[in-house]
């Protein structure tokens, strides 16, 4: 039966998948348009100074600049691997 239902089910259309993708490549360079220039050094910096005391891969460190009002707020997210001391 479930073969069936695999075989029923509607599948998305290429158009409205690609206007999926479309969105999200657009919403990604509207929130990299405010950032300031040195924020790809200041990672790679902030990674190379984490890496000196624990081994994290370059996709382990997030970092965001959100600005309201008067106030910028830097955040900084780092995966640790497991195991390391916590």
């Not at 969105?23 to 950032?35: L, P, W, Y």
């Not at 965001?64 to 780092?78: A, F, H, I, Q, R």
């Amino acid at each position: 039966m479930k073969l069936l239902e695999f075989l029923k089910r509607e599948r998305k259309k290429s158009a409205s998948v690609a206007k999926e993708r479309l969105q999200i490549i657009v919403a990604h360079q509207r929130s990299q348009r405010g950032q300031p220039d040195y924020m790809p050094m200041l990672e790679r910096e902030l990674l190379e100074v984490i890496r000196r005391y624990v081994e994290v891969d370059d996709d382990a460190i997030n970092i965001s600049l959100d600005s309201e009002d008067n106030c910028s707020v830097l955040e900084l997210n780092v995966t640790l691997p497991k195991g390391s001391p916590g």
